[in-house]
Protein backbone atom coordinates (compact mmCIF):
# COMPACT_ATOMS: atom_id res chain seq x y z
CA UNK A 1 0.00 0.00 0.00
CA UNK A 2 0.87 3.93 -0.46
CA UNK A 3 4.64 4.38 -1.51
CA UNK A 4 7.24 6.19 0.80
CA UNK A 5 7.08 9.28 2.41
CA UNK A 6 8.45 12.64 0.90
CA UNK A 7 10.93 14.11 3.07
CA UNK A 8 9.01 16.58 4.39
CA UNK A 9 6.09 13.79 5.32
CA UNK A 10 8.98 11.85 6.64
CA UNK A 11 10.52 15.50 8.43
CA UNK A 12 6.73 15.72 9.81
CA UNK A 13 7.06 12.23 11.40
CA UNK A 14 10.68 13.07 13.12
CA UNK A 15 9.14 16.54 14.35
CA UNK A 16 5.58 14.52 16.23
CA UNK A 17 8.23 11.32 17.18
CA UNK A 18 9.79 12.89 20.46
CA UNK A 19 6.19 14.08 21.83
CA UNK A 20 7.19 17.25 23.83
CA UNK A 21 9.02 20.20 23.65
CA UNK A 22 11.76 19.00 21.18
CA UNK A 23 9.44 18.02 18.54
CA UNK A 24 8.29 21.49 19.05
CA UNK A 25 11.29 23.17 19.05
CA UNK A 26 12.22 21.21 15.91
CA UNK A 27 9.38 22.55 14.15
CA UNK A 28 10.03 26.06 14.97
CA UNK A 29 13.58 25.93 13.77
CA UNK A 30 12.19 23.87 10.60
CA UNK A 31 9.82 27.08 9.97
CA UNK A 32 12.55 29.46 10.39
CA UNK A 33 14.92 27.97 8.17
CA UNK A 34 11.90 27.58 5.57
CA UNK A 35 11.16 31.34 6.33
CA UNK A 36 14.82 32.33 6.02
CA UNK A 37 15.77 30.31 2.81
CA UNK A 38 12.44 30.01 0.69
CA UNK A 39 14.75 27.93 -1.70
CA UNK A 40 15.74 25.75 0.71
CA UNK A 41 15.11 21.69 0.06
CA UNK A 42 14.13 19.05 2.99
CA UNK A 43 15.96 16.13 2.82
CA UNK A 44 16.80 13.40 5.56
CA UNK A 45 19.79 11.34 5.37
CA UNK A 46 21.45 9.00 7.33
CA UNK A 47 18.90 6.32 8.30
CA UNK A 48 20.49 3.66 10.76
CA UNK A 49 19.71 1.17 13.52
CA UNK A 50 20.65 4.40 16.31
CA UNK A 51 18.38 6.50 14.30
CA UNK A 52 16.05 4.69 11.91
CA UNK A 53 13.83 8.03 11.10
CA UNK A 54 17.20 9.79 10.24
CA UNK A 55 18.28 13.41 10.16
CA UNK A 56 16.28 16.33 8.59
CA UNK A 57 18.83 17.77 6.61
CA UNK A 58 17.94 21.64 4.91
CA UNK A 59 19.98 21.94 1.51
CA UNK A 60 20.74 24.93 -0.86
CA UNK A 61 23.48 24.10 -3.32
CA UNK A 62 24.89 21.86 -0.47
CA UNK A 63 23.73 21.51 3.24
CA UNK A 64 22.94 24.40 4.81
CA UNK A 65 21.70 22.85 8.15
CA UNK A 66 20.80 19.55 10.11
CA UNK A 67 18.62 18.70 13.29
CA UNK A 68 18.97 16.11 15.46
CA UNK A 69 17.15 15.38 18.97
CA UNK A 70 19.06 14.93 21.94
CA UNK A 71 17.88 13.48 25.29
CA UNK A 72 17.87 17.44 26.54
CA UNK A 73 18.35 19.30 23.41
CA UNK A 74 17.50 20.11 19.97
CA UNK A 75 20.93 20.74 17.61
CA UNK A 76 21.06 22.65 14.46
CA UNK A 77 24.51 21.87 13.10
CA UNK A 78 26.24 24.16 10.37
CA UNK A 79 28.67 21.62 8.48
CA UNK A 80 30.64 24.90 7.23
CA UNK A 81 29.94 26.47 10.66
CA UNK A 82 33.81 27.03 10.77
CA UNK A 83 33.95 29.47 8.23
CA UNK A 84 30.61 31.41 9.53
CA UNK A 85 31.34 34.78 11.79
CA UNK A 86 28.49 34.34 14.08
CA UNK A 87 28.20 37.92 15.56
CA UNK A 88 25.55 37.09 17.81
CA UNK A 89 27.37 33.60 19.36
CA UNK A 90 24.83 31.29 18.40
CA UNK A 91 27.26 28.89 18.37
CA UNK A 92 27.11 26.80 21.44
CA UNK A 93 28.82 23.46 20.95
CA UNK A 94 31.11 21.91 18.43
CA UNK A 95 33.28 24.78 18.98
CA UNK A 96 36.44 23.12 18.64
CA UNK A 97 35.67 21.55 15.09
CA UNK A 98 37.57 22.27 12.50
CA UNK A 99 34.74 22.51 10.13
CA UNK A 100 31.50 22.07 11.93
CA UNK A 101 29.49 24.48 14.03
CA UNK A 102 26.33 23.57 16.00
CA UNK A 103 23.47 25.31 18.37
CA UNK A 104 22.22 23.36 21.06
CA UNK A 105 18.34 24.61 22.01
CA UNK A 106 17.64 23.83 25.79
CA UNK A 107 14.21 23.28 27.02
CA UNK A 108 14.27 27.23 28.13
CA UNK A 109 15.79 28.81 25.40
CA UNK A 110 14.26 31.39 23.22
CA UNK A 111 15.30 31.22 19.68
CA UNK A 112 16.57 34.47 18.66
CA UNK A 113 15.09 34.25 15.48
CA UNK A 114 16.86 37.03 13.65
CA UNK A 115 20.44 36.25 14.26
CA UNK A 116 19.67 32.30 13.45
CA UNK A 117 18.06 33.96 9.91
CA UNK A 118 21.61 35.47 9.71
CA UNK A 119 23.51 32.27 10.23
CA UNK A 120 20.96 30.38 7.46
CA UNK A 121 21.68 33.07 4.76
CA UNK A 122 25.19 32.76 5.79
CA UNK A 123 25.33 29.12 5.09
CA UNK A 124 23.26 29.75 2.16
CA UNK A 125 26.02 32.04 0.75
CA UNK A 126 28.44 30.26 1.64
CA UNK A 127 27.13 27.31 -0.45
CA UNK A 128 26.20 29.18 -3.59
CA UNK A 129 29.27 31.23 -3.38
CA UNK A 130 31.72 29.89 -5.96
CA UNK A 131 34.44 32.44 -6.07
CA UNK A 132 35.21 31.55 -9.95
CA UNK A 133 31.75 31.91 -10.68
CA UNK A 134 31.78 35.05 -9.26
CA UNK A 135 34.61 36.34 -10.99
CA UNK A 136 33.05 35.29 -14.38
CA UNK A 137 29.54 36.74 -13.53
CA UNK A 138 30.84 40.35 -13.45
CA UNK A 139 32.01 39.81 -17.62
CA UNK A 140 28.87 41.23 -19.60
Known sequence: MGGAKSPSE????IVK???DWRGETLSQLRALIKKADPAVVEEVKWKKPS???G???WSHDGIVC???VLKNAVRLTF???AQMKDPKKLFNTRLESKTVRAIDFRESDTIHEVALREL???AVALNTSKPDVRRQTSVA
Open 120 to 122: ILE
Open 17 to 19: EPG
Open 51 to 53: QPM
Open 66 to 68: LGN
Open 10 to 13: QIND
Open 55 to 57: VPV
Open 79 to 81: PKG
